[in-house]
């Protein structure tokens, strides 16, 4: 198996992020920010029916309300003539649904006959609502994070947790972007197209570091960056086989499907792509400098110690043997556990 060098090519990797990370984010200032749906700024959504023995096109809709900065979206089969109509709220008129309602059905019944227009569903988000859905939203992507972080670095090292963490925050400042960037509808659906991207994302980045793991103890004679590239490059065909079938399921809800659901499919085929980039180029490189640099520290500590142990070790004094009063050492006067009388003081025998 021939092994491919990724993390040779991590500093590009991480440039090109930084990069697109930053233009996103300069793109959405210079656009005036996020486009806002209903759900996170206040308006009303209205839902209608136009009766007709043809199909009403969404091009005859949008001319009826030409008047009034709605968004129209079609749903449903063509023939059922049904209409989803948002407008969005400026300012903070106490009145603006009913104001607005009767605008919308007015200017409807005047194209179409009053007769064939038939109002299905009116929903109205004021501005408090709107702003607690905002922050409950951003809360929940950031209890998503904290949990994850946890459940990674139970499940391997601290460095391992700090490598997935990274990585979910690049691909979401990296969807983000390319949403701010483009001027997608920003809705609930995207809240849920993000946390299904944070989930595919760890998912991948786990499968990785399973791998590695598994090759430290198996591979304990190489350096830690060959065993990185080692298991990344095991696991990329399983990586690249799971993303690309996901996102042929995820790009067929898009061509077939309209509005929310469309979008939420186009934000998670921006995040399939952004995840298997970041599993491979992001999560494992951050992850082997962090553990690198954590294990040099480690052995620094060690070289101190034992540098430590052999200054003390030299530092003791040597202990002097006793000896009796005609110079012999006490060790060597002792023979059988009896004391050695000298010669000079032994008893001759009569």
């Known amino acids: ?46 839902q209608v029916s136009i009766k007709s023995s043809s199909p009403v096109d969404i091009e005859e809709v949008r001319a009826a309300l030409s008047g009034l900065d709605a968004q129209i979206q079609q749903v449903g089969d063509a023939e059922a003539n049904e209409f989803i109509i948002k407008v969005k709220q400026e300012g903070n008129d106490d009145n603006f649904r009913d104001k607005m309602r009767e605008k919308i059905l007015s200017a409807l019944s005047s194209a179409f006959g009053s007769s064939n227009v038939e109002e299905r569903s009116s929903n109205y988000i004021g501005p408090r609502f709107s702003a607690t859905l905002a922050t409950q939203s951003v809360t929940l992507v950031l209890i998503a994070f904290l ?28 969807v983000l972007g390319i949403i701010g960037l483009t001027q997608l509808e920003f809705t609930t659906a995207t809240i849920a197209a993000v946390l299904t991207i944070v989930g595919y994302s760890i998912n991948d980045t786990i499968v990785v570091f399973d791998r590695i793991r598994e090759n430290t103890t198996l591979l304990k004679e190489k350096p830690f960056k060959d065993i990185v590239n080692i298991s990344i490059t095991e696991t990329l065909s399983r990586t690249l086989i799971t993303s690309f079938t ?31 980039y970041s599993s491979i180029f992001i999560a494992s490189p951050i992850m082997m400098a962090i553990y ?36 012999t050492p006490a060790g060597e006067a002792l023979v059988s556990g009896k004391k050695k009388v000298p010669r000079s003081k032994r008893k001759k025998k009569k």
């Open 246 to 276: 996901t996102f042929i399921a995820v790009a067929a809800i898009y061509v077939f499907a309209t509005g929310e659901i469309q979008r939420f499919a186009l934000t998670l085929m921006i995040g399939i792509i952004v995840g298997t």
């Open 147 to 174: 949990f994850m972080l946890v459940y990674v670095w139970f499940r391997f090292e601290f460095s391992y947790s700090i490598g997935a963490i990274t990585a979910l925050f690049h691909d979401t400042l990296m």
């Open 1 to 46: 198996m021939k092994v491919v060098r990724f993390t040779k090519y991590r500093f590009i990797a991480i440039t090109i992020s930084l990069l697109i990370i930053i233009g996103g984010a300069v793109g959405t200032y210079l656009n005036g920010g996020f486009n806002l749906g209903i759900d996170f700024k206040a308006g009303m959504t209205e």
């Open 292 to 327: 690198t640099r954590k294990k040099k520290e480690e052995e620094t500590i060690k070289e101190k110690k034992a540098i430590e142990a052999e200054k003390r070790a030299s530092q003791e004094p040597v202990k002097e043997e006793k000896t009796i009063d005609n110079g």
